[in-house]
C-alpha cells in the first residue's frame, strides 16, 4: 500500500514537471509557427505519442485533423482535460511494425517516459546520464496499430510526430508509403535508432533533413540536409545534444521547393 502511494506521489511530480515544460505560456504560439510549413487547414497530422496534448494542439490550431495516439490512460484523462477540440480522434493506441499488442514499460516518475523498446529500455540508462535514474516500474498491454493502418482509415496525414522513446524505427516499419513530412525524436546514446528511421525512410523515397534542439522551436540549419549529410552528423555525436526532433521532408515538398 505504501509502494501504490510513493508511486502515486512520484507520477502527480512528473506530471506537473511536464505540464510545465509542455504547457507553459507562449509555447503554443512556437509550436504554430514551426508546423506551419507542414499543416493546411483541412489537412491530416498523425500525433504518435500524444503525451499530455501540446503536439495536437498547435495542429488543430492550424486547422488539422488531429489524429492522436496515447496508449496510457492516465496521459490520456490529462489529454482530453487539456485539449478540448471535439475533432480530435484520440485513440488508446501505440503504433508499431504490425498489429496486435504489446507491452509498454512506464517511468512513473516522469509518466511522459514511456516505451515499448524493450533493448533500448534496458541500455538507454548506461548510454545516457539523464536516463540513468529512470525506472521503469510500470508496464501494460497495450494494442498496437500502424502507419498503414491510420492512412487506410483517417487518410493520407501531411504531418507525422513520432516521440515514442527509441521505438520509432519500428512505428516507421509500419509505414508504406512516402508522406510529406514527419519529425522523430533522437536521444544522445541512442542514435542508431536514428540511423534507422533514415534507412526506413531511405526505403520509402527520396527525403531532406533538420533538426530541432531539445525543446526548441526553430530549426537548426538554414539548409535541409541530403540522408548522407544527416548520417554524417550522426555518426559525429549530433554535436552532443541531449536529444530533439529529426525532421524529414519528401523532396518534393513545397518547403523544400520555394528555398530553391
Known amino acids: 500500500m ?3 502511494y510513493l508511486q502515486r506521489l512520484r507520477c502527480a511530480g512528473g506530471l ?16 504554430q509557427r514551426l508546423y506551419q510549413p507542414f499543416i493546411q487547414p483541412g489537412s ?3 500525433d504518435i505519442g500524444a503525451h499530455l496534448g501540446d503536439r495536437s494542439a498547435a495542429f488543430h490550431a492550424l486547422g488539422a485533423k488531429v489524429v492522436a495516439l496515447e496508449p496510457q490512460p492516465d496521459l490520456a484523462k490529462w489529454f482530453k482535460r487539456l485539449v478540448k477540440p471535439p475533432t480530435i480522434t484520440l ?5 508499431g ?17 514511456a516505451t515499448l523498446a524493450t533493448e533500448w529500455r534496458e541500455q538507454i540508462g548506461e548510454r545516457n546520464a539523464g536516463f540513468s535514474q529512470v525506472r521503469w516500474e510500470q508496464h501494460l498491454q497495450v494494442p498496437v496499430t500502424t502507419l498503414d493502418t491510420l492512412i487506410a482509415e483517417y487518410g493520407e496525414p501531411s504531418f507525422i510526430k513520432i516521440d515514442v522513446e527509441g521505438f520509432e524505427a519500428d ?3 509500419g509505414l508504406s508509403c512516402p508522406v510529406a513530412a514527419l519529425s522523430v525524436e533522437f536521444v544522445a546514446g541512442a542514435l542508431d535508432v536514428s540511423h534507422a528511421c533514415v534507412s ?4 520509402l523515397g527520396e527525403y531532406r533533413y533538420n ?15 541530403t540522408p548522407q549529410a544527416v548520417s554524417g552528423w550522426l555518426n559525429a555525436g549530433a554535436e552532443a545534444l541531449p536529444s530533439g526532433d529529426l525532421y524529414a521532408c519528401r523532396s518534393d515538398h513545397p518547403l523544400l521547393l520555394s528555398a530553391v
Request: glycine letters at 6%; aromatic letters at 12%; zero cysteines.
Open 2 to 4: 505504501r509502494r501504490l
Open 200 to 203: 526506413q525512410l531511405s526505403r
Open 211 to 225: 533538426v530541432v534542439a531539445g525543446e526548441q522551436r526553430h530549426f537548426r540549419w538554414a539548409e535541409w540536409q
Open 97 to 113: 511494425p504490425t498489429e496486435g499488442f504489446a507491452e509498454i514499460a512506464i517511468s512513473p516518475s516522469n509518466p511522459t517516459l
Open 171 to 173: 512505428v516507421l516499419a
Open 91 to 95: 485513440l488508446p493506441l501505440a503504433a
Open 44 to 46: 491530416v497530422a498523425f
Open 16 to 31: 506537473a514537471r511536464s505540464l510545465f515544460i509542455y504547457w507553459q505560456p507562449g509555447r503554443q504560439r512556437g509550436l
